[in-house]
């Protein structure tokens, strides 16, 4: 799949524009148009669902953007949330250290080992095989221009965050973007946490933080949900809402943006049973996005090794889904141990331990965290769901949302506007949203236009009034992904397109 056609079909039915557009945009901030608003809240309305209305385990938190900054102190982020960063004095460009790579060819020394090597050095963003494939054409030319030197097969391959590059050999490295030597700083600590002043003052007193993640509010709130929420162990605290980090390279449309929306829960329970809890989790969380619709075979659950664990984690899980820009995080799944309570704990000195009833016993609770993006989410509808297909050997866009998260769920036309059918169409509009369903009235253009519209902005059933609903009182109702379509009384419309938006029900031709 082409992300650049996914871009422009979300820029022009309405999904997704570039903040502040009119102005030059804002790089790493996106606004969500009228039909990205619903496909997004249909996102987070579902995870809402399925982790806390629906379960009697799990309550609902919705903390400030801005806290104490303590918390972050004791979270750790003001330390350490940082990420290396190296800057390139010749065009100011600025990138992750840990995504640059350089490679470095030796030439010549093979011929003649006593003279002193020169290199070759080609760099980039990504891992060695990216670095080669984006230098494949400068490379060739270096072969030709060096064929009196042995080319030698190996080469060396050096990461930028790796601080023991010697200063000689660092010169050598091309900046990432425009290539030239010699012109990129050393790694340094970036703090990805934005920053601002409360109240009228703006010195050290008043410096305080946009939230870089939506958890921390959850344990700073551990205390009083226990007090009283009347909640038992195990029990988890969900919150949704925006976050903010200031990324040194935002990048692949929304799924790294510097402003952008959670779906956190902290699951609390005894320390033997975490274990099992994390396994609980991890598939749970995993079925969730097969559930709406995205294919387990583009989905992965990648284990951390020992290496990738932070010190206080046992174990954790990212769900990773194939972008058409790669394998990349959707979600992390992480045993926490009592680490955060502990650190609460220590640097409000609040006691944040909990009482076992059952086994009248007082400890901190463990903590299992499923920590989801929901602009992440929803972008990866949005690339499963975009397919190019033929209708009756026309070409045609579609997004193959599952209904549960198409931002409009029925639309309804008149075959035309005359004999009552605009009318009988408005009315069955005016039903379905007196349901709470999201239907669309369209009376413009050809039907089969009508219906492109639709299967482009993903809407899975349309509905149309024509010259037999006025003999006997049946509209047709369109699949979207069959486009077949099938006959039903008006007064049993809203009915069936309510069943099959809730899954009862399956689309079935007469
Ligand atoms: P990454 O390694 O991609 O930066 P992370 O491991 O730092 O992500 P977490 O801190 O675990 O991410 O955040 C939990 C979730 O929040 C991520 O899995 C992702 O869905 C979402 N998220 C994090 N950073 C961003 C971002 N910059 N833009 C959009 N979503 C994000």
């Given at each position: 799949m082409d992300m650049d056609k996914l871009v422009s079909l979300c820029k022009r039915r309405g999904f997704i524009f570039p903040s502040s557009e009119i102005y030059g945009g804002i790089n790493g901030f996106w606004d969500y148009g009228p039909l990205g608003v619903e496909l997004k809240r249909n996102v987070k309305e579902a995870w809402w669902h399925d982790?806390?209305?629906?379960?009697?385990?799990m309550v609902g938190l919705d903390c400030s953007i801005?806290?104490?900054p303590k918390v972050w102190e004791a979270s750790g982020h003001l330390g350490g949330f940082s990420d290396p960063m190296i800057d390139c004095r010749a065009c100011k460009g600025r990138f992750r250290a840990d995504q640059a790579t350089a490679v470095v060819f030796a030439l010549g020394s093979a011929e003649d080992p006593a003279s002193k090597p020169r290199f070759f050095v080609v760099g980039g963003i990504g891992d060695r095989d990216d670095v080669l494939k984006a230098n494949e054409k400068g490379i060739e030319k270096a072969k030709k221009a060096n064929k009196t030197a042995a080319w030698p097969e190996t080469s060396e391959t050096i990461?930028?965050?790796?601080?023991?590059?010697a200063d000689d050999r660092y010169a050598l490295i091309p900046c990432p973007?425009?290539?030239?030597?010699?012109t990129i700083t050393r790694p340094r600590s970036f703090n990805l946490m934005f920053k601002t002043y409360v109240g009228a003052l703006e010195d050290d007193s008043s410096v305080a933080y946009l939230r870089p993640e939506t958890a921390q509010g959850i344990f700073a709130n551990f205390k009083n949900v226990v007090d009283t929420g009347r909640?038992?162990?195990?029990f988890g605290i969900a919150q949704t809402g925006k976050s903010f980090r200031n990324e040194i390279n935002p990048r692949n449309f929304t799924f790294r943006s510097r402003e952008f929306e959670q779906m956190e829960i902290e699951f609390f329970c005894r320390p033997d049973e975490a274990q099992e809890w994390y396994q609980y989790w991890r598939d749970y969380r995993f079925k969730w996005y097969t559930g709406l619709g995205l294919r387990s075979d583009r989905l992965r659950l990648r284990d951390h090794d020992s290496a990738e664990?932070?010190?206080?984690?046992?174990a954790t899980a990212d769900i990773e889904y194939a972008f058409p820009f790669g394998v990349s995080e959707l979600e992390g799944i992480a045993h926490r141990g009592d680490y955060d309570l502990s650190r609460h704990q220590q640097f409000s000195g609040k006691d944040l331990s909990y009482f076992d009833e059952e086994r009248k016993e007082r400890f901190i609770p463990h903590v299992i965290e499923p920590s989801a993006g929901a602009d992440r989410a929803a972008l990866a509808f949005l690339c499963e769901a975009f397919v190019e297909d033929e209708i009756g050997g026309e070409p045609r866009t579609v997004l193959k949302f599952h209904p549960r998260l198409a931002p409009v769920k029925a639309a309804v036309f008149p075959?035309?506007?005359r004999d009552g059918m605009p009318e009988i169409a408005q009315k069955i509009v005016a039903d379905l949203k007196r349901k709470k369903i999201n239907a669309f009235y369209d009376e413009k253009g050809a039907i089969g236009r009508r219906y492109r519209r639709q299967d482009e902005a993903g809407t899975p059933f349309c509905v149309t009034v024509d010259g037999q609903t006025l003999v006997d009182q049946t509209v047709t109702i369109r699949d979207r992904d069959s486009s077949k379509q099938r006959r039903v009384a008006v007064d049993s419309i809203v009915a069936a397109v309510d069943d099959l938006v809730d899954g009862v029900e399956t689309f079935t031709t007469d």
């Open positions: 982790h806390v209305t629906s379960r009697d385990d801005i806290m104490n990461r930028l965050d790796d601080a023991t590059i973007a425009c290539g030239q030597a010699g909640v038992k162990l195990p664990l932070a010190f206080y984690s046992t075959l035309v506007k």
